[in-house]
């Protein structure tokens, strides 16, 4: 029976929509048999409103009406987004081919001949029930998959953005907030590769803080720690371009990765960090260069070219960096590393804040 093959719906609700009171007795007698809950309506307004407030799960619906054809009612119901996934089952003793094809195009489901046949109504009702109720699981589960691919969604968007924060944090230096050392070899080695097919310059600075150690010993390592932090903000702020990088070396060291910058761009560079530390007056009275903090500078440019590892670069910075410790701190040496054979050395003069 109908109700057997619906174990989710206790008693499903029909709408009968008929002017002849000899047809609903019929179609009211085969179904309250079955326990179907059933509304009933006479015309088309009126079916109009008891559809709306039953919300009936399948209407039975007569093509004759005396203020509407059912075929009218029936295209009024699908435009109805509460029912247009209603099924229409329509009945009439018009049989011509015709009336059926405009039942269709209606929006009808099927189309019975009266008189009603007690067996084909119920298993037409039961058959048209049973794909109405499997379409409304078809559409519960695509909306919940539908929800389920948005969540997905979601949380693919905030492991990205997660993944994107731990990749900054693993190349960011605690203290200091700027790049680390792994931050500075892995950007190396990209700039160079890129550098070496465009044929552009690459140029880099190392700068170390001028007697750290005894400014550590003589104002304390909490101290050390702001000074660190406020040389690399104020370099980190005198870099413009998105490309330029500042990074933590090592200890007091710190390496700047300038990418698309010839010497004199370095030099340039070199001379205003000089001049803008030298500005910040950080007091230093264990140095043996002045009352302030200092730093020193070692300066390389190159052209990636052939075979030539980025090591080559970073070597030259590094030795530039030594000669300026050597000869006296608080100045910058530059030196042009064409190739290794060619390079050529810039002794750049201390820069006085202003």
């Given at each position: 029976m109908p109700l057997a093959s619906f174990p989710n719906l206790a008693s499903p609700n029909i709408l009968v929509v008929d002017d002849n009171p000899d047809n609903l007795g019929v179609a009211l007698t085969f179904l309250s048999e079955e326990q179907f809950e059933v509304a009933v309506a006479t015309d088309g307004a009126s079916a109009l409103e008891s559809a709306r407030l039953v919300n009936p799960q399948l209407i039975l619906l007569d093509v004759m009406l005396p203020d509407m054809s059912g075929f009218k009612l029936c295209k009024t119901l699908k435009s109805s987004s509460e029912l247009s996934e209603t099924p229409v089952i329509f009945m009439t003793a018009l049989d011509e081919p015709q009336y059926k094809v405009q039942g269709f195009e209606a929006g009808g489901v099927d189309y019975l001949t009266k008189p009603l046949e007690r067996l084909e109504l119920l298993a037409r009702i039961d058959n048209h029930l049973r794909i109405h109720q499997q379409s409304q699981i078809l559409?519960?589960?695509?909306h919940d998959l539908k929800r389920a691919n948005q969540t997905l969604k979601q949380q693919n968007r905030s492991i990205t953005e997660n993944n994107h924060k731990l990749q900054q944090l693993v190349h960011i230096d605690g203290l200091t907030q700027v790049g680390n050392r792994r931050c500075f070899d892995e950007r190396l080695n990209q700039e160079w590769l890129r550098l070496r097919?465009?044929?552009r310059p690459l140029s880099l600075i190392l700068f170390d803080i001028d007697y750290f150690k005894a400014y550590n010993d003589h104002y304390g390592h909490p101290a050390g720690d702001t000074c660190l932090v406020?040389?690399?903000q104020k370099v980190k702020r005198l870099l413009k371009r998105p490309g330029d990088l500042l990074t933590r070396y090592g200890g007091e060291e710190f390496a700047i990765i300038l990418p698309n910058v010839?010497?004199?761009g370095a030099i340039y560079i070199a001379n205003l960090i000089q001049t803008e530390i030298a500005r910040l007056e950080i007091h230093h009275e264990?140095?043996?260069?002045?009352p302030y903090v200092t730093i020193s500078q070692g300066i390389s440019t190159c052209t990636p070219l052939g075979s030539i590892p980025p090591a080559q670069l970073l070597q030259s910075a590094d030795q530039a960096l030594?000669?300026?410790k050597q000869q006296g701190r608080d100045q910058s040496i530059h030196r042009n590393q064409v190739p290794p054979e060619e390079s050529s050395q810039t002794i750049i003069p201390p820069h006085p804040a202003a």
């Open positions: 559409q519960i589960a695509n097919r465009e044929r406020q040389i690399a010839d010497a004199a264990a140095s043996s260069v002045g030594y000669l300026a």
